[in-house]
C-alpha cells in the first residue's frame, strides 16, 4: 500500500516561531488533505490540497503532486497551534490514508 | 454546516458487554468511515460504507460489526472486545467522488476493561 511519511516527527517551537511540516508520499494521489488533531481527538480540516498553494490565515500550505510532498507552513506560532498535524491520502474514491504525523508543542 | 455528530463521547464496557458506537450526518453526504486511533498512532481505516452498502473492509475482526441504517447514520456494534481494542474511535464522510473534503467527528473514546 501507500507509504505516507512526515518530518519531523516532533517539534518544540517557541511562541512566534515559524516552522514547515513536510508530507512524503510513496505513488500518485488524487486528493491530500492536512489536520490538525487537538488534545481532545478531534482531527480539525486544515486544508484540501490536491496541488498548487493555499493560504488561510497563518497558514500556508504547497502540494507538488508531481514530486510527491506537501509542506504546511506555520508562521507566527501561537500555544494553541500545539498538538498533532497529519497529512492525509486518497488513492480512490473511497479511503484516506493517514502519514505518521508531526507532533507540535508550541511553548509561551 | 460541516458536522458529524459522535455518540457516546467516552465509553467503559467489558469484555463480554454488547455496546454501539453512533454516528450522523446531515450534510447529504453519501460516504461514510469509521477509523481506528491507538494512542501516538495515526489514525486507521476500518471501514467505509457507499451508498449505505459496505465498500471497504480493512480486514478487521469480527468483533466490530458496522451497519449503516440509513445515508445519515453510521454505527459500529462492538462485541466480547479484548482491552487492546481501546482506543480512540473516528466517525467521517464525504460526498461520494474523489475530489471533497473529508470530514471527522469529535470521535469516541472506548476503554475496554
Known amino acids: 500500500g501507500i507509504q505516507v511519511e512526515q518530518s519531523p516527527p516532533d517539534l518544540i517551537l517557541q511562541e512566534g516561531a515559524n516552522s514547515t511540516l513536510r508530507c512524503n508520499f510513496s505513488?500518485?494521489?488524487?486528493?491530500l488533505q492536512w489536520f490538525h488533531q487537538n488534545p481532545w481527538g478531534q482531527l480539525i480540516n486544515l486544508f484540501y490540497?490536491?496541488?498548487g498553494t493555499k493560504q488561510n490565515g497563518r497558514l500556508s500550505a504547497t502540494t507538488v503532486a508531481t514530486e510527491r510532498y506537501s509542506l504546511l507552513y506555520i508562521s507566527s506560532s501561537q500555544t494553541t497551534d500545539s498538538g498533532v498535524y497529519f497529512c492525509?491520502?486518497?488513492?480512490?474514491?473511497?479511503?484516506?490514508?493517514f502519514g505518521t504525523g508531526t507532533r507540535l508543542t508550541v511553548i509561551p | 454546516d460541516t458536522e458529524v455528530t459522535q455518540t457516546p463521547k467516552h465509553l467503559v464496557m467489558g469484555m463480554t458487554n454488547k455496546k454501539s458506537l453512533k454516528c450522523e450526518q446531515h450534510?447529504?453526504?453519501?460516504?461514510m468511515y469509521w477509523y481506528k486511533q491507538k494512542a501516538k498512532k495515526p489514525p486507521e481505516l476500518m471501514f467505509v460504507?457507499?451508498?449505505?452498502?459496505?465498500?471497504i473492509n480493512e480486514s478487521v475482526p469480527s468483533r466490530f460489526s458496522p451497519e449503516c441504517p440509513n445515508s445519515s447514520l453510521l454505527n459500529l456494534h462492538l462485541h466480547a472486545l479484548q482491552p487492546e481494542d481501546s482506543a480512540l474511535y473516528l466517525c467521517?464522510?464525504?460526498?461520494?467522488?474523489?475530489?471533497?473534503?473529508?470530514?471527522f467527528g469529535e470521535g469516541s473514546w472506548l476503554t475496554v476493561v
Open positions: 490540497i490536491p496541488s
Open positions: 450534510m447529504g453526504h453519501r460516504a
Open positions: 505513488d500518485s494521489v488524487n486528493n
Open positions: 492525509a491520502v486518497r488513492t480512490g474514491a473511497n479511503n484516506l490514508f
Open positions: 467521517a464522510s464525504s460526498q461520494e467522488s474523489v475530489g471533497n473534503t473529508i470530514y
Open positions: 460504507y457507499s451508498y449505505e452498502k459496505l465498500s
